[in-house]
């Protein structure tokens, strides 16, 4: 099963192929740049509700990886469990994979320029 992330607005949704993205983060980690970011900056931009025991159970040693929605927001596409891990152990910051909106629009299902910028404004 494809691992899928969905993100919804009153404009509408949008919907990130993770498994392609992990995929792609795989074959070519060069084409990715990684970020150390705040973890209270990520956990106030989410809302994920997650297992503790299987929270303490994930690897931290494996960078979050994270959407550029606007210049003000960002959004945790994988690492929900890793960044309540992080954040229970103290930690201040995490690594992330951080993808621009253009980088991430190649893994966004049955994208549409207009669309997403519709729904994007909603963040802006």
Not at 31 to 36: G, N
Not at 81 to 90: D, N, P, V
């Amino acid at each position: 099963m494809r691992q899928k992330y969905h993100f919804a607005t009153d404009n509408g949704i949008l919907i990130w192929d993770v498994t392609s993205i992990l995929e792609d983060i795989e074959q070519h980690p060069d084409s990715y740049t990684i970020q150390t970011l705040s973890t209270a900056l990520l956990a106030d931009h989410n809302d994920a509700r997650v297992s503790h025991t299987r929270a303490m159970a994930s690897d931290l040693t494996k960078p979050l990886v994270v959407a550029e929605l606007s210049k003000d927001h960002l959004l945790l596409i994988d690492g929900n469990h890793r960044l309540h891990k992080a954040r229970a152990l103290g930690l201040e910051n995490i690594p992330c994979y951080y993808l621009s909106q253009k980088q991430q629009q190649h893994f966004i299902v049955h994208f549409r320029p207009s669309e997403y910028e519709h729904i994007i404004a909603c963040v802006s």
